[in-house]
């Protein structure tokens, strides 16, 4: 037969009981509690103390200064990381403008057409039901010219 309820909660209880008996922070806790109490206690026992004192300060140490070398090593492994962020970011940024649009409205706010931009910078116009009545495109010299549905220039300006 197994073990009964009561037999595996002392069981699991021993284990637990273990576990914090070793934990560092138990331990502090009762050295600095017979330090407290050290007048008490006979020389042998006090230097018996300081011993359990001073390796318990050399565990700490020892801890800290692997800690901070994980640090380190943490902070190695993420200023690349932060740089790569950083030359993705500047790339997405320095990509074409995404489509842009914007619709007309009457004075009863109903919808007259719309105008999308595109990523080169050709602007084209719809009407209300979305059909093409025509696009404008800029070129570098800040001349704009327009364009009808069949892309015959109807006009252009200059800036």
Not at 58 to 85: E, F, H, K
């Amino acid at each position: 037969m197994g073990l009964t309820n009561a037999e595996r909660q002392a069981r699991w209880r021993e284990k637990r009981d273990a576990k914090l008996a070793n934990h560092p922070d138990v331990i502090e806790r009762e050295l600095m509690q017979q330090a407290e109490r050290c007048g008490e206690l006979g020389e042998a026992e006090r230097l018996a103390l300081a011993d359990k004192l001073s390796g318990a300060a050399a565990d700490y140490l020892r801890r800290s200064n692997g800690l901070s070398q994980m640090a380190w090593r943490l902070r190695l492994l993420v200023t690349p990381a932060c740089v790569v962020i950083a030359i993705l970011i500047t790339l997405t940024t320095l990509a074409p403008v995404h489509a842009q649009d914007v619709r007309f409205y009457d004075a009863h706010g109903r919808t007259t057409g719309s105008a999308r931009t595109d990523a080169n910078g050709v602007t084209t116009f719809h009407d209300c039901a979305g059909r093409v009545t025509g696009s404008a495109r800029t070129d570098r010299n800040g001349v704009t010219t327009f364009r009808d549905a069949a892309g015959r220039t109807t006009g252009s300006i200059r800036r």
